[in-house]
């Protein structure tokens, strides 16, 4: 089935610094959507991408539709300590059901 | 616009205990969904609902069912609460048509004791 993988698994940053994380699978998505969820809380939506090749930013946050439709990529740039979370992507299945695959997931922890 | 709501948001239950979890939303979307989120397993679906009037199993449906009451709300029964069932519960719901952007709510942090 598909699968999508994101790395890195975590990832300890300084404050201040940009902070690069992807998601890749060996299959075709025709919309990537990318979340952050913090401890004790719900996903929240960042951001979504529909096109290949599509780049949309969100305040500090960016992210890339691979080209290939078998990647994406989400940059957060002067990286704060509220950026502290669990960042995920997560795309439809193309299965023709409703059901969506979700990434494992990347913890970023910023350091003061 | 509050999104997605659920309720209670955090609950304990003895084994054999049955409830009810609660979502409701306000985005006018015609498809919901329940998750559960344990430690290391990422979310797994229960059950969702395309539209109203219809629902359908997901990855883990055992122990759960599923009322699609109207468009705005969709609940999740345990009637028999076991240990294994204890996670934090995850309402979801989506956008129309082409627009596949899912929208969660706060959870629901669910002890079996």
């Known amino acids: 089935g598909q699968q999508l993988n994101q790395s890195p698994q975590s990832m300890f940053i300084q404050e201040g610094e940009d902070v690069s994380m992807n998601c890749t699978s060996s299959s075709i998505f025709n919309t990537w959507l990318w979340y952050k969820q913090d401890p004790g809380e719900g996903p929240v939506l960042l951001i979504a991408l529909y096109k290949a090749g599509e780049l949309t930013s969100n305040g500090r946050l960016t992210a890339q539709f691979g080209i290939t439709r078998k990647d994406s990529f989400l940059n957060i740039s002067a990286s704060i300590p509220s950026d502290v979370g669990i960042y995920f992507c997560?795309?439809?299945?193309?299965?023709?059901?409703?059901?969506?695959?979700f990434g494992t997931g990347t913890r970023l922890k910023v350091l003061a | 616009n509050a999104g997605v709501t659920q309720t209670p948001k955090f609950q304990v239950l003895k084994t054999g205990q049955s409830m009810t979890l609660q979502c409701a939303q306000d985005m006018n979307h015609n498809s919901m969904y329940w998750y559960r989120q344990d430690p290391g397993m990422g979310l797994r679906l229960i059950y969702y609902s395309a539209s109203e009037g219809t629902t359908d199993k997901g990855e883990v449906p055992n122990g759960y069912n599923v009322s699609r009451l109207n468009k705005r709300e969709f609940s999740l029964r345990l009637e028999s609460a076991a240990p294994s069932q204890t996670s934090v519960y995850f309402c979801?719901?989506?956008?129309?048509?082409?627009?596949?952007?899912?929208?969660f709510g706060p959870g629901t942090r669910l002890t079996v004791t």
């Open positions: 979801a719901s989506r956008g129309p048509g082409g627009y596949y952007e899912q929208y």
């Open positions: 997560a795309g439809p299945s193309t299965s023709g059901t409703y059901k969506y695959i």
